[in-house]
């Protein structure tokens, strides 16, 4: 159907230029090349024109397809880039998933094996300090049943004054001995026995009277060695059970030490790891959340190439349809002219235009010649221009018109032949240029369009880049902020460590001097209290036998005189008083050592335990921070990189932006440029041949039938017909 049109309005043109033709029949006389001819060279004029438009379109249409090949060649291979980055990186992201899943079960599982340990550890605590305050107890209760017996045996052993006095002290002393918690029922009744044995009236009275009375000197010769070695013996298995205690005691307190050790360790081992595995966690979370976004910028990125090269191959086949479509328009045009130049120029017209039109012009001639010579037909030729040139006048201010001022001023002076040729010709040439400047405004609509659609392009393809290029450029210095502070936070975990450990060893030396100083103090401690309780063991024991192999000499009667240097030998036993109290002494400060060698240790593994802890705890810091130094330096060289890409990337889209804008620049004068638009051109156009119109039909209107018959005779009856040819085929080429 558009071919048909095509041929149609092509067809009508030709016939226009042949009626263009009957006009120049007025001076064909004159002209060395006939109407036919003119008409011939005007449709291959076309011809021609026709062509080149065609081969130009074909150049046209070759690079837009260059184009459009090549940039969806272009976005096809970053898309399937993109598709490939995408799936590695969901590839990533859900294998960091999967590793942060199993990750967090570890620390679960290893939270609840701390848990477990602790509670461990502390039911060891609290087991041994049961045992502890049961040793404390019993040890107590040995140490006061062996400092009782001592005192009972000393007392029994190393009395003075007469046998009463002796007794009652006895009794006192071997009476405290039932309420010991230690002692055994059948020494308790052994010495019950032992005291109702001794229990007369005598002895009552001298119980009695004790403080009151003055003592009698008189020996006491004692009855009781079965008492004091069942005493001696007592004590002796009071000591050695008390020493199997504390032997027992300091074995459970190391196997103690040991487990909570072994416990603090497997803590601390259990700990290391959990840290460890949470550490690898955080930073299999910050990969997953780096390549989370990665992933989501890819995808936006992918959908704007996705659409983009969506409307580019629409766009493209569209272009591809439509210049099909003119392509075909532009041939059958090519063979409509073609035809019509071959029909025109066969013998059936231009033959016969050769032959008979001459004649016909001739004789045109003649009868024109004798009709203007009629001054009745003068004076109303001469009315009539200037009724034509009135209108067009009028027209002219009221559309501001140059074109139909002038021809108002011509039609006014020169003849009426030459006014209504003048006429027509400007209505053909007014229509050929209405119909280039269509042909034009066109052109430039597509080229504007395809300019502006381009500009339009590569501005929001920059905007795009430079966003994407400040976004790296931030992203960039943030890393760079970050790898510093966590540089600086690794010399300070190295600082800190340093000083951290110089303190430890320190501590070290000081609390292996202080273990060894009063290790050595409780052994000097145990040697002085070896020998002070030889001693005086050996004394009490001595005194005791000499007491029982001599009786005495004297009697009431007869006792050392006062100043005699005879001695009562039973009466010297040592310094036992004064003993009790110093190897009271001694053994407090051998206590107060121990507990120094105890408290030392236990502080030493604290701040050993503490101190490694603290070197696991910055050592696991430290690499961590190194970990998550390296990948920030990663994901900053990378947005480098990116950054260079999308550089150079915009610095191609602008090279294109460049040369859009230089094209837009060339299109202004020819279409943009002109004060008036092309609506108000073609408007102002059409109403110039219009009025044009308008004064070829006034000018025709008021002639007689005679004088219009009489025309049709003369060469300007050739002329009007010319004219209305010329207005129909203007009509015909506006249409």
């Not at 030709?14 to 060395?32: R, T």
């Not at 001819?37 to 130009?56: C, R, Y």
């Not at 001794?198 to 004692?222: C, F, H, R």
């Amino acid at each position: 159907m558009a071919g048909y049109y095509s041929f149609a309005n092509t067809m009508q043109f030709i016939l226009a230029l042949v009626a263009f033709a009957g006009i120049l029949g007025a001076d064909a006389g004159n002209m060395k090349v006939t109407p036919v001819q003119k008409v011939v060279q005007l449709m291959q004029g076309m011809l021609e024109k026709s062509k080149d438009a065609k081969a130009k379109e074909a150049v046209a249409n070759q690079a837009a397809v260059n184009f459009c090949v090549d940039t969806i060649s272009e976005k096809g291979t970053a898309m399937s880039d993109a598709r490939e980055n995408i799936a590695e990186l969901t590839a990533s992201i859900d294998k960091a998933t999967a590793d942060i899943k199993k990750l967090a079960k570890h620390i679960v599982k290893l939270q609840s094996d701390e848990a477990s340990l602790a509670g461990d550890k502390q039911a060891a605590i609290d087991v041994r300090k049961v045992q502890k305050k049961d040793f404390d107890t019993t040890n107590a209760d040995y140490a006061e049943s062996i400092s009782a017996l001592n005192r009972a045996i000393k007392t029994m052993m190393s009395q003075d004054g007469d046998k009463a006095q002796a007794k009652a002290s006895s009794f006192i002393q071997i009476s405290e001995l039932n309420s010991l918690t230690l002692m055994p029922e059948s020494a308790k009744k052994t010495i019950g026995a032992f005291l109702q044995q001794g229990a007369d009236p005598t002895d009552n009275v001298l119980l009695q009277d004790l403080e009151n009375a003055a003592p009698e000197a008189n020996g006491y010769e004692s009855q009781s060695n079965g008492v004091i070695d069942m005493l001696k013996s007592l004590q002796r298995k009071f000591i050695e059970e008390k020493t199997v205690l504390e032997k027992n005691d300091k074995d459970a307190s190391n196997a103690h030490n040991m487990l909570k050790q072994d416990l603090t360790l497997t803590i601390a081992n259990t700990e290391k790891v959990r840290k460890e595995k949470q550490v690898t966690k955080a930073t299999r979370i910050a990969s997953r959340t780096e390549k989370t976004s990665d992933k989501n910028d890819a995808a936006k990125m992918l959908a704007a190439d996705e659409k983009y090269t969506k409307k580019l191959k629409a766009d493209c086949r569209q272009q591809a349809s439509i210049f099909v479509d003119r392509q075909k328009l532009r041939a059958e045009e090519i063979v409509a002219i073609e035809k019509a130049v071959e029909i025109i120029s066969s013998g059936a017209v231009a033959g016969s235009a050769t032959k008979h039109l001459p004649k016909l012009l001739q004789e045109g001639q003649a009868t024109s010649l004798a009709g203007l010579r009629s001054s009745t037909n003068v004076a109303v030729q001469l009315q009539l221009q200037r009724n034509v040139e009135q209108f067009l006048q009028a027209q002219a201010d009221k559309i501001n018109s140059r074109i139909l001022s002038v021809i108002a001023l011509r039609v006014g002076a020169d003849p009426m032949i030459k006014v209504k040729k003048m006429i027509a010709d400007m209505i053909v040439k007014l229509t050929d240029q209405a119909a280039s400047e269509a042909t034009h405004k066109g052109q430039c609509d597509d080229d504007l369009a395809e300019n502006k659609a381009t500009r339009i392009a590569k501005t929001d393809a920059i905007a795009t880049l430079q966003a994407e290029i400040d976004q790296l450029a931030s992203k960039s210095t943030k890393l760079s902020q970050d790898i510093q502070t966590l540089t600086d936070a690794v010399k300070a975990l190295d600082k800190a460590t340093t000083t951290k450990t110089a303190i430890r060893q320190a501590d070290t030396v000081k609390n292996k001097a202080t273990v060894k100083d009063a290790q050595n103090a409780q052994e000097a401690i145990a040697q002085a209290l070896s020998v002070l309780k030889d001693f005086y063991e050996k004394a009490g024991g001595a005194t005791a036998l000499v007491q029982q192999e001599q009786e005495p000499s004297f009697s009431n009667d007869a006792a050392p005189v006062k100043g005699s240097p005879v001695t009562d030998a039973a009466a010297f036993k040592g310094s036992q008083g004064e003993s009790n109290a110093v190897l009271g002494m001694l053994e407090v400060i051998a206590s107060d050592f121990a507990r120094l060698e105890a408290e030392t240790k236990s502080s030493e593994e604290t701040d050993k335990t503490k101190y490694v802890e603290f070197m696991d705890d910055s050592k696991m810091d430290k690499i961590a921070k190194q970990a998550d130094i390296e990948h920030k330096k990663e994901v900053k060289d990378k947005a480098e990189q990116d950054k260079v890409v999308a550089t150079g990337d915009m610095a191609d889209q602008q090279t294109f932006l460049n040369a859009a804008l230089s094209t837009f620049e060339k299109l202004k004068p020819t279409c943009l440029a002109p004060p008036m638009s092309y609506e108000e051109r073609a408007a102002r156009r059409t109403a110039e041949v219009n009025n044009l119109r308008q004064a070829l039909i006034m000018l025709e209107s008021e002639a007689s039938e005679d004088e219009l018959y009489s025309g049709m005779k003369a060469s300007g009856g050739a002329a009007t017909s010319a004219a209305e040819r010329a207005s129909r085929a203007a009509t015909d080429v506006t249409l």
